[in-house]
C-alpha cells in the first residue's frame, strides 16, 4: 500500500524547478514541469551522490549540477553521460495546494 | 609526508577513498537559488557568436597559410591558426564537454567532437576523465588532470608549451585503443558499456591521420600536416600558458576550490582563446555555469574568494617560485589569503593535508 506523504506546498516549487525533500533518512527531489505538473524522483545523482535539486530543470529533464549528467525526471531515464544507471521515480499527488508523494 | 603516489591505482588512491577525500562534499559559496538559476540557464546566441567567429578565423588564417605557401610569408597566418587549433579547441573541449555553452545539445556535441580531435583527446574517455577532475579535483592518486605534480615535471611542462608529451601521448592512446585495447587507468573511470564507443572513434581518428599523411606523402609536402595534425605542436603554448595558472603551486587534498584553484584576470584575446576559464575558482565551484555567465558570477561571489591575480604575468610571478621550492620541498604550496567578507577556510577538514603553506 502506497504511503503518501505530504511534502510541501505547490507554490514552494517554481515553474521548471526542482527542491529538496528529506523524509526518513532519504532525499528526494520533487519538480515542477512547465505543464503545471509534479513528479519525484530520489534526491541524488546515481553518478556521484550529488543533490540533484541543486541542478537545472529544462523542460523535462534535470542536469546535475556536478557533471552534466542528465535525467528525464517524468520516468527517471539516464539521458547524459557520465549517469548510466536510471533515478528511482515516485508517485505525487495533489490535494489542494499540498504536494504529496508517495512513498513505499 | 611521504612521496606522492598519482598514480589512479596506487597507494594515494586507496588513501584518498579509505579517508573520504574523494568523492566529498566541497565547499560551495553561498547563492540564492533564483539567481543561481538565472546563471546557469543556457543560451545559443554567445557561443554561435563565439564559433562562428573562431572558424571563420580558422579558416581565413589556413586558407591563407595555403596560399602563400612555401613562403615565410606565410608564418604568421600558420601561428594564428595554430593557437586556435592547438590552444582554443582546448577551451571549446572543455566547455561542450560540460554541456554548458550552447542551450542546443547537439551543437555542444559537434563543437566537443571536433575539438576532441583537434587536441588528440578521445572524446569519450575525457569525459569521464574530466568528470573525475571535478569529483576529485586535485585529490592525489585521483584526478586523473593534474598538470603540476609535486615535484613538478617543469622540463616536462615547458616541453608541452609545444605539445610534445601531451600530442604523442594522445596519439599513442589512439593507436592504442584503435587497436582495441585500454590503457589500465583509464579502465578505473570509464565504464565498461563505453568502451566500444571509445575503439570507435580511435579508428576513425587513425583513418583521418592516415588519410592526411598519405595526401602530404603524394604532394611531397607537409602542408596537409600544417592543417590537420601538427598545430597540435605549433600552436599548444597558450593553452598551456593558461592551464598550468589553473591549479599550479596551490593546495592539494583539500575540499575548497578557494585554495586548489586560480582565478586570473585576463586580456579580452585570451580571455576568447581560453573561453572565460581564468575564472576558475568560480568554475570548479559551479561548473553548470555556461563561460558567457563566468564574469557575472564572479563578480557576485568575489568577496568569498581570494584576490585574483592581476595578469597571467603577475600569476606565472606569483606560481612560478612556488613550483621551484617545490622541486626540493614538495610538501610547500602557496595558501592565499581571503578577504575579511569571505568565510574562513575550513582547516578542520584538511589540516593534515594542508602541511607547509607559504602565506
Not at chain 1, 506523504?5 to 516549487?13: F, G, N, S, V
Not at chain 2, 598550468?244 to 596551490?250: I, P
Amino acid at each position: 500500500m502506497t504511503n503518501w506523504i505530504d511534502a510541501c506546498a505547490k507554490d514552494d516549487i517554481d515553474e521548471e524547478d526542482v527542491i529538496r525533500f528529506d523524509h526518513d533518512g532519504k532525499t528526494y527531489a520533487i519538480y515542477r514541469s512547465p505543464d503545471d505538473e509534479f513528479f519525484c524522483t530520489d534526491g541524488l545523482c546515481t553518478h556521484e551522490q550529488v543533490h540533484l535539486a541543486d541542478g537545472l530543470v529544462m523542460d523535462y529533464v534535470i542536469e546535475c549540477p556536478k557533471h552534466n549528467g542528465q535525467f528525464d525526471y517524468r520516468n527517471g531515464e539516464a539521458k547524459r553521460a557520465p549517469v548510466c544507471n536510471h533515478l528511482g521515480t515516485y508517485q505525487t499527488r495533489i490535494e489542494g495546494d499540498r504536494v504529496l508523494i508517495g512513498l513505499g | 609526508m611521504s612521496k606522492r603516489d598519482y598514480s589512479l591505482l596506487g597507494e594515494d588512491a586507496r588513501r584518498a577513498v579509505e579517508t573520504g577525500l574523494s568523492a566529498a562534499e566541497w565547499y560551495h559559496t553561498e547563492i540564492p537559488r533564483k539567481e543561481m538559476k538565472a546563471l546557469m540557464k543556457r543560451a545559443n546566441q554567445p557561443a554561435l557568436r563565439d564559433t562562428i567567429i573562431l572558424f571563420g578565423l580558422m579558416i581565413i588564417f589556413a586558407a591563407s597559410g595555403i596560399a602563400l605557401w612555401p613562403s615565410w610569408w606565410s608564418a604568421p597566418f600558420w601561428l594564428a591558426y595554430g593557437v586556435l587549433y592547438g590552444s582554443a579547441m582546448d577551451s571549446r573541449w572543455h566547455e561542450c564537454g560540460h554541456g554548458t555553452p550552447f542551450k542546443t545539445g547537439w551543437m555542444n556535441d559537434v563543437v566537443y567532437q571536433i575539438a576532441s580531435f583537434c587536441m588528440v583527446r578521445n572524446p569519450v574517455t575525457w569525459r569521464w576523465s574530466h568528470a573525475r577532475h571535478h569529483t576529485d579535483t586535485i585529490i592525489v592518486g585521483r584526478d586523473p588532470e593534474i598538470v603540476a605534480m609535486r615535484p613538478p615535471a617543469l622540463f616536462h611542462i615547458a616541453m608541452n608549451f609545444f605539445g610534445i608529451f601531451d600530442a604523442i601521448k594522445g596519439w599513442s592512446r589512439m593507436l592504442l585503443n584503435a587497436s582495441g585495447r585500454l590503457d589500465p587507468e583509464e579502465a578505473t573511470y570509464v565504464p565498461e558499456t563505453e568502451h566500444q564507443r571509445i575503439i570507435r572513434i580511435a579508428r576513425i581518428w587513425t583513418a583521418i591521420y592516415a588519410a592526411t599523411i598519405a595526401l602530404a606523402w603524394a604532394m611531397h609536402s607537409i602542408l596537409p600536416l600544417m592543417v590537420i595534425g601538427l598545430p597540435r605542436f605549433y600552436g599548444a603554448w597558450h593553452h598551456v600558458m593558461t592551464g598550468v595558472l589553473q591549479h599550479a603551486g596551490l593546495a592539494e587534498n583539500v575540499l575548497d576550490h578557494r585554495l586548489n584553484s586560480r582565478t586570473v584576470y585576463m586580456n579580452p584575446i585570451s580571455r576568447f582563446i581560453y573561453w572565460n576559464m581564468n575564472y576558475h575558482v568560480e568554475h570548479h565551484m559551479y561548473p553548470m555555469v555556461p563561460y558567457h555567465r563566468l564574469p557575472e558570477l564572479h563578480e557576485m561571489i568575489r568577496d568569498d574568494l581570494p584576490t585574483p591575480n592581476s595578469s597571467i604575468w603577475q600569476a606565472y610571478k606569483e606560481a612560478l617560485p612556488v613550483l621551484k621550492r617545490q622541486l626540493a620541498y614538495e610538501d610547500f604550496f602557496l595558501k592565499r589569503d581571503l578577504p575579511p567578507t569571505a568565510k574562513p577556510y575550513r582547516e578542520e577538514f584538511h589540516r593534515d593535508a594542508l602541511g607547509t603553506p607559504a602565506e
